[in-house]
């Protein structure tokens, strides 16, 4: 049996194919070194690339990744500096700057970290106190989500800053920065001006000596985390404040003066009106003030016909204002005296084809007779007896024709006559104001040079003005002395200026009342006029009122432009405690 079973066994055995268990078959082991290597060598490789790109970035040039860090972590926060203040000659402040915020937006923030606008009530809870629609604001942050920063209001007060700061807008912020504020708001506009939103001036004084007042921004340069925590503080620079300025203008005269225009444009329903105040003493301007005016502090009222200085850009036909300068030039030539008398005849002189009229019958006049009446006829006779460069240059003498150097911006020199050859009627018109433009500005600097005995001064609106020019003598004292004394005539009985005398002081004045000139020659519109000086026994104030086109049946300068004359004269000498000039009536 055990026979059969081996049998048996050895028969399967030899039908089964051998097969060899559990035996491993020898690889190659070249090629397995040779994948080894080259994996490794790639890996080094790609280590020396970026061991090499590392120091390339880091050391060779690394201004590129500093760059991209810092734009996402350090932050310059400015620090404004404030405006220098302005003040007149005693101090009252007339322009200061006062801190306020700007309301800013961060688009991108507010569409990766905040709301996204979803909060709606929120936003129009902040376009409502920035007075802006509501739906604006959301499509002005909408259209810039990929900007850091947009501007949605500036300057706005501390008490909306506040509110603003409680409705926890993400990427709404606020900055500081100032705003120029003016408590004399209209009376002062046209001198000291007004600055624009970005603290720079536009007009008048703020323009003009922007570099003077502006200061210099200082900066603060700090790291911030994520959250917006500050982490470092790398550097700041402090600002630089901006350097105060001290005008010759009194507050109180400037006061004055504008109430005055101002109500004389109303009563005369008048276009505008202009009034300038000079120290005689030191050729600085006290007041000058505009009517229509504006307030500075408003930004609905920067109309250019309002903003205009018509004091120093509006020139005029003075008129009859002039004469007072033929008066002195004939003294002057010696073509004239004291005793000179001259006919005027019947009111009417005919200058070859054309005729000088006087508004009244005059006859036979002396210098101070002629101006007292205002005689055209009798300044004709004494422009036509001297040399017309003898005119000419007194007229030039006393700054017609020539800025004043005040350094206003806008200021215009005014159109005078340059001619060769002059016909007798061109010269009798140039004698009574006609045929040459003046400012007011200029008209009140020839005055002041008649009450400071002709000596010409420079004039200055900043107090302690330096390097100024030095003033010039353009006439003898003693013929400025005389022709002041006609001028204290014309304000007396019988002359054009009687409206214009103050009270217990000697006042000299002048009147003139021009056509305005229009494409086809004059028009029927006036420009009224007074100037003079006072008081007459030591000159302290020349001033000059014009009121441009009253309306209705008054327009001469002595009914119209006088009693304002008086009136701001009156105050001034009184605000400057002026001593009244004894035996007066």
């Keep these: 049996m055990k026979s059969i079973k081996k049998k048996t066994t050895q028969a399967i055995k030899k039908r089964i194919p051998k097969v060899e268990l559990n035996r491993t078959v020898p690889a190659d082991t070249r090629i397995i070194k040779w994948r080894y290597q080259v994996v490794l060598a790639f890996i080094l490789?790609?280590?020396?690339?970026?061991?090499?790109?590392?120091?390339?970035i880091q050391v060779i040039e690394p201004d590129s990744l500093i760059k991209q860090g810092d734009m996402r972590s350090v932050r310059v926060k400015a620090l404004p500096s404030a405006r220098g203040i302005i003040s007149d000659r005693?101090?009252?402040?007339?322009?200061?700057?006062v801190p306020v915020e700007a309301v800013y937006a961060d688009p991108r923030t507010i569409f990766e970290k905040g709301d996204a606008l979803q909060d709606v009530a929120r936003w129009h809870a902040l376009a409502d106190v920035l007075h802006l629609d509501r739906e604006a604001l959301i499509h002005q942050i909408d259209k810039n989500k990929k900007r850091r920063f947009i501007y949605l209001q500036r300057q706005v007060s501390p008490a909306m800053a506040k509110y603003i700061k409680e409705l926890k807008l993400?990427?709404?912020?606020?900055?500081?920065?100032?705003?120029?504020?003016?408590?004399?708001?209209?009376?002062?506009a046209h001198v000291v001006g007004v600055t624009g939103i970005d603290s720079h001036g536009l007009e008048g004084v703020e323009k003009s000596y922007d570099k003077w007042l502006s200061g210099h921004d200082g900066s603060r340069k700090v790291r911030k985390d994520r959250d917006g925590r500050v982490v470092e503080n790398i550097s700041m620079t402090k600002s630089e404040q901006g350097s105060p300025l001290q005008l010759t203008i009194d507050q109180r005269l400037q006061a004055i003066s504008y109430r005055a225009i101002k109500q004389a444009v109303a009563d005369y329903r008048a276009t505008s009106g202009s009034i300038v105040l000079i120290d005689v003493k030191t050729g600085?301007?006290?007041?000058?003030v505009n009517s229509p005016s504006y307030n500075p502090n408003s930004r609905d009222q920067l109309q250019?016909?309002?903003?205009?200085?018509?004091?120093?850009?509006?020139?005029?036909?003075?008129?009859?204002?002039v004469k007072p300068f033929v008066v002195l030039a004939a003294l002057e030539t010696h073509t004239a005296d004291l005793n000179t008398v001259i006919d005027t005849g019947n009111g009417i002189m005919r200058v070859g084809g054309s005729r000088v009229r006087d508004s009244v019958r005059v006859g036979k006049a002396n210098l101070a007779t002629i101006l007292k009446k205002s005689s055209n006829i009798g300044v004709t006779h004494l422009a036509l007896n001297m040399p017309i460069e003898s005119l000419e240059g007194m007229y030039q003498s006393v700054g017609f024709g020539s800025v004043s150097g005040?350094?206003?911006?806008?200021?215009?020199?005014?159109?005078?006559?340059?001619?060769?050859?002059?016909?007798?009627?061109?010269?009798?018109?140039?004698?009574?104001?006609?045929?040459?433009?003046?400012?007011?500005?200029?008209?009140?600097?020839?005055?002041?040079?008649?009450?400071?005995y002709g000596s010409f001064k420079p004039l200055h609106i900043v107090k302690d003005a330096?390097?100024?020019?030095?003033?010039?003598?353009?006439?003898?004292?003693?013929?400025?002395?005389?022709?002041?004394?006609?001028?204290?005539?014309?304000?007396?009985?019988?002359g054009t200026a009687i409206k214009a005398r103050v009270p217990g002081y000697r006042v000299g004045a002048k009147t003139g009342t021009s056509r305005k000139a229009n494409a086809g020659g004059y028009s029927?519109?006036?420009?009224?006029?007074?100037?003079?000086?006072?008081?007459?026994?030591?000159?302290?104030?020349?001033?000059?009122?014009?009121?441009?086109?009253?309306?209705?049946?008054s327009y001469y300068g002595g009914e119209v432009a006088a009693p304002v004359f008086s009136e701001v004269l009156k105050g001034a000498l009184q605000i400057l405690n002026v001593p009244p000039d004894a035996n007066t009536d």
Excluded: C
């Design 45 to 56: 490789l790609l280590l020396g690339a970026l061991l090499l790109r590392v120091a390339y």
């Design 90 to 97: 005693n101090g009252e402040q007339i322009a200061v700057s």
């Design 170 to 188: 993400k990427g709404v912020g606020l900055r500081d920065e100032s705003r120029r504020y003016y408590p004399t708001g209209e009376v002062s």
């Design 284 to 288: 600085g301007i006290l007041a000058m």
């Design 304 to 321: 250019s016909f309002k903003m205009r200085n018509r004091a120093i850009t509006d020139a005029l036909e003075a008129g009859s204002s």
């Design 406 to 452: 005040i350094n206003l911006v806008g200021e215009t020199p005014g159109l005078f006559p340059s001619r060769r050859r002059w016909s007798k009627i061109e010269i009798a018109t140039f004698a009574f104001g006609y045929g040459l433009s003046i400012t007011p500005l200029q008209l009140a600097h020839a005055y002041a040079t008649l009450g400071s």
């Design 466 to 494: 330096k390097d100024l020019p030095s003033a010039k003598q353009v006439a003898d004292p003693e013929n400025v002395r005389k022709v002041l004394e006609m001028l204290e005539g014309v304000t007396q009985k019988g």
């Design 524 to 553: 029927d519109e006036y420009v009224s006029i007074t100037a003079g000086v006072a008081p007459i026994s030591n000159p302290r104030l020349a001033l000059v009122v014009i009121v441009n086109d009253p309306q209705g049946d």
